[in-house]
């Protein structure tokens, strides 16, 4: 789904605006394994992701493979750039709600040295 991969362009850009635009006004990330929202609505969103982007200006998200089905978007991600010589992989799922991520899911968070 291609608003999933504009999402994953602008956080590469660092492109707060860009990056925002993907996500529906209501939007709610969770993080599986603390079985917690980690934010709600786009606003709180808004404020994570620009206080993220200051933190690490460097990191990139490669995405490693997808699975999409219906409105759902699966895919296993890489990112570095958070600390040095390290990655974090992980798996992300997103909600996809009239061409919108409405909701997202993190979980499976491992690092690996690069």
Same mark, same amino acid.
């Given at each position: 789904?291609?608003?999933? !991969? ?8 660092? !492109? ?23 934010t709600?609505?786009? !606003? ?7 206080a ?45 709600? !009239? ?16």
């Amino acid at each position: 789904m291609s608003i999933v !991969d504009d999402q994953l362009e602008a956080y590469n850009d660092r !492109d707060i605006v860009k990056f925002l635009s993907c996500y529906t006004e209501n939007v709610e990330v969770y993080m599986l394994e603390q079985g917690k929202m980690i934010t709600d609505g786009k !606003d709180q969103l808004h404020e994570v992701m620009s206080a993220a982007f200051k933190a690490t200006p460097n990191a990139k998200t490669t995405l490693i493979s997808r699975i999409t089905q219906n409105n759902l978007v699966v895919d296993h991600e890489k990112i570095t750039g958070h600390e040095p010589g390290k990655a974090i992989l992980t798996v992300a799922i997103y909600e996809i709600v !009239d061409n919108k991520i409405a909701k997202v899911w993190f979980g499976g968070r491992s690092k690996e040295e690069i």
